[in-house]
Each structure stands twice: as C-alpha cells, then as structure tokens.
C-alpha cells in the first residue's frame, strides 16, 4: 500500500536501497520521493545517517561546491562524508578510483558528463538519488539513443514513488512495479509490472480496469 506520509515512505526507501545494495558488485541504483515541493537534501542526509553504521566509507554527492556547503552547515555531523562531484573526481584521479558507496543528490542534465565520469571511475554502488539526468533538449536523436542504451540504461530502480495523472506509481526492490488509481475515497491498488511502465501502459491498464 501506498506510504501515508514522508516518514514511512522513508522508511520504505531505508528499506529498499539495503536490499539492493546487499546484492553486492557495482550496482548503479535510483531512488526517487517525486512528492510535489519536496526538499531532498534533508531526505538524503536522513538517509546517509541511516546507511553510515551498514556501510563504511559511504560519501553523500552533491552536485556543486555551494550545495556541498550547504549539506555540510545542515548537517556538521555528516560533513566528512559529504562532497562535490568535483572533490570526488580529484580524489579519482590521484588514487586511480572510488571505493564504497556514494549517494548523488538530485543531479540536472547540465551534470550529466560529471555523474557518468565520476561513476565510471567508482568501484562500488552508485544511488541516484531523484536524479534527472536526461535532457528534454537531446530528448530524441543520436545522442538520446546513445546515452539510453549506454550510461543511462545501466540503472536499474531500487525506490519509486511517483505522482501520475490518474495515481500514483511504487517500487520497492526487489518487489514489482505497483500502479494505484485515484478514486473520489482514496488510492486503489489497480495492477503490477515487472519493469517501470510507460504512459501508455497506465493508459491501457485504467482503460481495462474502467471496462471491469
């Protein structure tokens, strides 16, 4: 069933991100709270406290030095497990790699080519943390084709809860996809997939559900 508030669906998300990163290897895992107005930095150092006692050396991302500062004046007993894109790509180059597991806060298009670098040269998982990687601007085309088969393909989902227009969508690894409708008296658990759905799939899902 859906979470009724952001505390419980935090605790999911704790969950669900242990789950996946106890399957091991250099997983590259996302995670996304779409609640409209949500500030994520405070959900991402909530979950960087909650992961550091299971996971030694762990290192929270942020996008840019001003949102670095910012994550470290909010949270002085985290800041040594918090950096830039940039302070990790420094570290990578003098010690020829990253180890352990990095969360990435909320990163935009513009980042992309700094999130692909960094990862590549990270041993460990990766956690994606209400990333929007994909830019409207190269939306169709070579480019898009390229970066959806390659970098961007290689994630797969460890949370989801994500507003539609008639519902909501939930994932909670290793668990299927569940797609709820909005009725007049609440949320309806409607259907499941296996892989995330496209509109058009939630589409033809309420259109069966409406014929009964």
């Not at 406290?49 to 840019?64: E, S, T």
């Not at 960094?118 to 998982?125: I, V, Y």
């Not at 085309?141 to 797969?156: D, I, P």
Request: net charge negative; hydrophobic share 40%.
């Amino acid at each position: 069933m859906l979470p009724a508030d952001l505390r419980t669906a935090e605790t999911e998300l704790l969950e669900a991100v242990r789950a996946a990163l106890a399957k091991g290897g250099r997983g590259l895992w996302t995670a996304e709270l779409r609640f409209e107005g949500l500030r994520i930095l405070p959900v991402a150092l909530r979950l960087l406290a909650n992961l550091q006692p299971q996971f030694a050396g762990i290192r929270l991302l942020c996008a840019d030095a001003g949102a670095t500062a910012l994550a470290k004046r909010d949270a002085p007993d985290l800041a040594d497990s918090i950096c830039s894109l940039g302070d990790l790509q420094r570290l990578q180059q003098a010690d020829g790699g990253s180890d352990g597991v990095v969360i990435l806060v909320a990163p935009t298009p513009a980042d992309y080519e700094d999130v692909e670098r960094t990862c590549g040269q990270h041993r460990g998982p990766a956690l994606l943390l209400n990333g929007r990687l994909e830019d409207a601007a190269v939306g169709i085309g070579t480019v898009a084709r390229e970066r959806r088969k390659g970098f961007l393909g290689e994630w797969q989902s460890a949370y989801a809860l994500i507003p539609t227009a008639d519902g909501a969508l939930q994932h909670l690894y290793p668990a299927d996809w569940q797609f709820y409708r909005r009725d007049p008296d609440g949320y309806r658990s409607l259907c499941s997939f296996s892989t995330k759905p496209d509109t058009e799939q939630l589409l033809l899902a309420l259109e069966q559900a409406a014929k009964g």
